[in-house]
Structures are given as C-alpha cells and as structure tokens.
C-alpha cells in the first residue's frame, strides 16, 4: 500500500467522502481529487498533515505506513495537572468525573460522526429509489445533456422519474443521466440514457462523469487522463485543470424501446 491507498482505507473505514475530508482539512476539492487520483507527484507536506489530523492517525502512518501505536500517551502539562486533581478526590467524586467525562466523551464523538456530504451542484443524488412494482423500480433522469464530446456546463435541471428494470446489474444505479456526443461510440452514442452509482471516485479503466472546471464529461478514467471510446478524439489530461472532480461511476445504460 503507497500513502494513497492508506488514506482510501481510513476514509473508507470512518465513511468520510472527499467532500467532508476537503471541509475537515481546508483543501480545496479539486486539490485532494488530484492527490487521491494521484495526480499530484509531490503534493504539499502541509496538506498531508492536514489529512493526517482528520483522520486521526500520525503523519508516519501516512507517509511509511508505521501503524500508531494506541498504547503510549504523551500527557500534555493540563493533562497531568487534571491527574494530580483527580487522584486527591475522594470516591464519591471521582465518581461524577468518571460520569461527565463519559457523557462529554459521547457529545464529541457524535459532533465527529461524518455528515451527509452537501450535494453538488450538478446533480441531486439522495433521493432513493423506490419500488414501483414486480422486476421494476423508478430512479430520477437528469437531463443534464453530459457530454460525450467536448464537453459541456452541468446546468441545473429538472428531474423525470422513470421505470427501470429492477435486477442485479441496475441495482447499483442511484441515477440516470442523458449523454450527448459522439466521443464514447461504439458503445454509447448520441441520446443514450447511462444509469450511474453515486460515488466521488473511480479506478483507472472504468467510466464515469466527471466535472472539469465546471464542465462536465462522460470518459474512461486513465488516471492522469480521461479518455474517449472514440478513437478520433484525443485524451484529456488531468493536471492542466484546477478542479477535477468525479460524479460517479457509469455502470451501464438503458436498452432503448423498440
């Protein structure tokens, strides 16, 4: 594991999204999403200790992958101070410190407990899908016009409500979108409707949507690129943009209607 794929694990196992660690640390969106999809060769010290500390971990995990070891505290001068004040205390009022401390201790953990991540402006994403009968369920289409070309502004829009089949493959859609563009043929041509998992990350090799300096693309995700299906239409490097940002993961598209 490279530092990068130690900040995934935390990230995932405290369920905290690019969104909330770029509030938690005051990097800029754009900046972590190029760390995260290893864009930035050398990103700032400053910033990784940021990550560190709202990760709750050590810097040296991050960097070398030394696990923290939970077991030797430092005390800080009011921390032994507290000590030396709790030790003369007779039981019964021990006691009330042990109670408040716990309850205090509760209070923080739950002011720590990741918060929905604020919904993007290109799309409205948590609203669930519902059972609209046997082998069908409804999710909301955007008609967001998404580019598979050049690449066009993810607009505001209004949803429609549509019936998709209700199965293994389309049960991870959270959402539809309607592509424009050519670039994504032979597979996805002009008009076509992409079902897409709601998720701020993608691996190299798989398609999903994404906003570049507010504009938004349907691509293959290379990493340092994003690249068409289309062989007439060259690769979008990454570093060249201040934000970049990944929507979610494109995991297949509706059979049009006879």
Do not use: W
Not at 41 to 48: G, V
């Amino acid at each position: 594991m490279n530092y990068i794929d130690r900040i995934k694990k935390l990230k995932s196992e405290k369920k905290i999204t690019n969104d909330k660690l770029s509030e938690l640390t005051g990097i800029p969106l754009g900046t972590l999403s190029k760390i995260m999809a290893g864009i930035s060769d050398s990103p700032k010290l400053s910033n990784i200790v940021a990550i560190a500390d709202a990760l709750g971990c050590s810097l040296d995990y991050i960097v070398n992958g030394t696990p923290d070891n939970d077991n030797n505290y430092t005390l800080s001068p009011d921390e032994m101070d507290f000590i030396e004040v709790f030790r003369a205390l007779d039981a019964h009022s021990k006691e009330v410190v042990r109670t408040v401390a716990k309850m205090e201790s509760e209070r923080i953990a739950d002011l720590k407990q990741p918060q929905s991540a604020p919904q993007r402006k290109a799309k409205v994403l948590s609203t669930p899908a519902a059972i609209s009968g046997v082998g069908k369920r409804n999710i909301f289409l955007y008609d967001l016009s998404v580019s598979a070309g050049t690449g066009v502004y993810l607009d505001d829009a209004e949803a429609t409500e549509i019936s998709i089949p209700d199965n293994d493959r389309t049960r991870i859609a959270d959402f539809a979108l309607r592509i424009s563009g050519n670039s994504m043929e032979p597979k996805y041509h002009d008009g076509d409707i992409v079902l897409v998992e709601d998720t701020d990350c993608v691996e190299v090799g798989e398609l999903g949507i994404f906003v570049l300096d507010g504009n938004g693309y349907f691509k293959m995700f290379g990493g340092d690129r994003l690249i068409s299906l289309n062989k007439d239409y060259g690769d979008i490097l990454l570093h060249g943009y201040s934000e970049v940002v990944c929507c979610g993961k494109v995991v297949g598209k509706l059979k049009k209607r006879g």
